[in-house]
C-alpha cells in the first residue's frame, strides 16, 4: 500500500522554465509535508517542507503548494538550473521522529542547458 | 545540522556473507534510522535505533536479518545477514532535525553476486 505516490519516475525540463513536480497522498493522518533532494552518491538533502495547515511556502526558488481536499503537493522551482537536476523525494509525516515519515519513490528531474 | 558519514560505500558481497555497515554523526542524537531504498523504489524505514535499547524494527523487517548496534549517541551498525541478491540496494542512516526533516548519510550501495 503506497501511502505516498510520485507518479512521474522522471522529468526533463529546459533551464528557465518551470519545474513541476508531483506528489499525492492517501492518509489524511498525515499533517506535514517535505520535498528532499537527491544527488547521485549523495544522501537525500532537505529541501522545503509544509505544513497540513498551510496551502503554501515559499523559498527562494521553491515553492510547495498543498491542496489538502484532493490529497496533493507541488514542487515548484522557477527558474529551473542544470544544478537541479537530482532525484526529488515527496515525504509525508504523521508527527515528529523520522519513523513516522513516508516517502515517495522519487522523481527524476533533467534540467537541460 | 547534523554531519553524517557511513562506512563502506560501497561493497559487492558473495550471497551467503554479512556485510555491517557504520554510521557515525558529529552530535549527540537519541534515535537513528536506517533506511533502505531499493532500485526504483522509494526509502523504505528498516528500523530505529535507540541507545541503550533494543531496535524496533517496520513490518517486514527482523533483528535476525537486519541486527542492529547503537553503542553510544553518535554511532550504529547495521548488519545486513545472509546475504541474497534482493538485498542489493542502498542503505542509509538518518537523524532527526529540529522539526520534522531528517539529516541523511551519504549511503551504502551494496551489491550481492
Known amino acids: 500500500d503506497q501511502q505516498v505516490k510520485q507518479n512521474s519516475p522522471s522529468l526533463s525540463v529546459q533551464e528557465g522554465r518551470i519545474s513541476i513536480l508531483n506528489c499525492d497522498y492517501t492518509?489524511?493522518?498525515?499533517?506535514?509535508f517535505l520535498w528532499y533532494k537527491k544527488y547521485p552518491a549523495e544522501g537525500p538533502t532537505f529541501l522545503i517542507s509544509?505544513?497540513?495547515?498551510?496551502d503554501k511556502n515559499e523559498d527562494g526558488r521553491f515553492t510547495v503548494f498543498l491542496n489538502k481536499s484532493a490529497k496533493h503537493l507541488s514542487l515548484h522551482i522557477v527558474p529551473s538550473q542544470p544544478g537541479d537536476s537530482a532525484v526529488y523525494f515527496c515525504a509525508a509525516s504523521a508527527g515528529t521522529g523520522g519513523f513516522k515519515t513516508i516517502f515517495g519513490a522519487g522523481t527524476r528531474l533533467f534540467v537541460k542547458a | 545540522s547534523a554531519v553524517i558519514s557511513q562506512k563502506p560505500s560501497r561493497d559487492i558481497c558473495q550471497r551467503g556473507t554479512s556485510l555491517t555497515i557504520q554510521c557515525q554523526v558529529d552530535?549527540?542524537?537519541?534515535?537513528m534510522f536506517w533506511y533502505r531504498q531499493q532500485p526504483g523504489q522509494s526509502l523504505t524505514l528498516i528500523a530505529t535505533?535507540?541507545?541503550?535499547?533494543?531496535?524496533?524494527?517496520e513490518s517486514g523487517f527482523v533483528i535476525d536479518k537486519f541486527p542492529i548496534s547503537r553503542p553510544n549517541l553518535t554511532f550504529s551498525t547495521l548488519t545486513v545477514s545472509n546475504l541474497s541478491p534482493e538485498d542489493s540496494s542502498i542503505y542509509l542512516c538518518?537523524?532527526?532535525?529540529?522539526?520534522?526533516?531528517?539529516?541523511f548519510g551519504p549511503g551504502t550501495r551494496l551489491t550481492v553476486t
Open positions: 552530535s549527540q542524537v537519541t534515535m
Open positions: 535505533a535507540n541507545q541503550g535499547s533494543e531496535a524496533t524494527y
Open positions: 492518509n489524511s493522518m498525515f499533517d506535514y
Open positions: 509544509i505544513s497540513s495547515i498551510k
Open positions: 538518518s537523524v532527526d532535525g529540529q522539526s520534522y526533516e531528517q539529516y
